[in-house]
């Protein structure tokens, strides 16, 4: 069965980002110029997925402003022959069918995916973790989709870290059945190093069988008295099989502030606009501050 629906859990508090985040949601920092949470839904309509689903909460408002028509920017716009500009406001708009659910109490991310069982009903489904943001080169979720329907089981995206940084993650047991592709046998959420089942890390992308809500439903608080996505999945990999696809290249981290500082260096030096005149300050201000 085809993948038509996509969730994106944004209901979390951004701790790891105050100040910034005391009166704006983190999913609505901008990465230069876009907000981060934009970049994910652009990257699911990349995919083909154009019904999204936003789990927010309170304070979360300017997430659904900024997916909406903004009647009078756009008049603005027109009538300064500003059409560049007003192409892009409308781009934003357009470009996919977005809904919305509040999660209520912040209970964790396997909670957050467990609130769109109403939208997303009896079908396969993506989840796209806004931290976690993915190269437009890339084709993680495309690849992840060719695996689902060749296999219609769940896929989740993984990623070799190091030992000292599994800790961070879901770590999975794996059972290699191609060269970027594994059984998982079993996941667990942030191992200490030395108990990790390996050094292959979740990344914040999924393709769920709707059995995962099934799985979600026995989960019990786990980690930090959250229900942890992870947990579900283990359960489900106990049901049926759950493949993991290994990817290396064009993540980028936006979940705290020293990541995300290098995150949009990165992403900066790549762009058309900026990228050429910032490069070049970036090697003139490592030669100044003889930072190599
Ligand atoms: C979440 C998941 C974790 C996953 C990670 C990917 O953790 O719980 O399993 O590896 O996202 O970024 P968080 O980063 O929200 O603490």
Same mark, same amino acid.
């Given at each position: ?113 467990? %609130? ?10 993506? %989840? #796209? ?116 696809? #290994? ?34 300050? #970036?090697?003139?201000? %490592? ?6």
């Amino acid at each position: 069965m085809k993948v038509k629906k996509a969730v994106i859990p944004a209901a979390g508090l951004g701790t790891r980002f105050l100040p910034a985040t005391k009166a704006q949601p983190k999913e609505m920092l901008p990465i230069i110029d876009t907000p981060s949470i934009q970049y994910v839904v652009e990257e699911a309509v990349r995919a083909g997925i154009e019904d999204i689903l936003i789990i927010t909460g309170r304070g979360k408002r300017s997430i659904e402003d900024h997916f909406d028509r903004s009647v009078e920017l756009e008049s603005f716009l027109e009538s300064k022959g500003k059409f560049d500009e007003l192409k892009q406001v409308r781009q934003i708009s357009d470009m996919a069918m977005i809904h919305y659910i509040r999660q209520g109490d912040p209970l964790g991310l396997g909670h957050a995916v467990a %609130v769109a069982e109403p939208h997303v009903g009896d079908e396969p489904f993506a %989840v #796209l973790l806004g931290d976690d943001l993915i190269s437009a080169s890339t084709p993680l979720l495309e690849g992840m989709l060719k695996i689902h329907e060749r296999y219609g089981r769940s896929v989740i995206a993984v990623q070799e870290v190091s030992r000292d940084e599994i800790s961070l993650y879901g770590s999975i047991q794996p059972e290699f059945v191609e060269e970027n592709l594994a059984r998982v046998v079993s996941i667990v959420e942030k191992p200490e190093p030395d108990d990790a089942p390996s050094n292959l890390a979740a990344i914040g992308r999924y393709v769920f069988t709707p059995e995962i809500f099934d799985a979600l439903r026995e989960t019990k608080p786990g980690r930090g008295g959250e229900i942890q996505l992870t947990d579900a999945i283990n359960l489900l990999a106990q049901e049926q099989a759950v493949y993991a696809y #290994l990817f290396e290249d064009g993540r980028y981290d936006v979940g705290n502030k020293l990541d995300y500082l290098k995150a949009t260096v990165e992403i900066a030096i790549e762009r058309d606009d900026v990228g050429p005149e910032f490069r070049l300050w #970036l090697a003139d201000l %490592v030669q100044r501050k003889k930072l190599l």
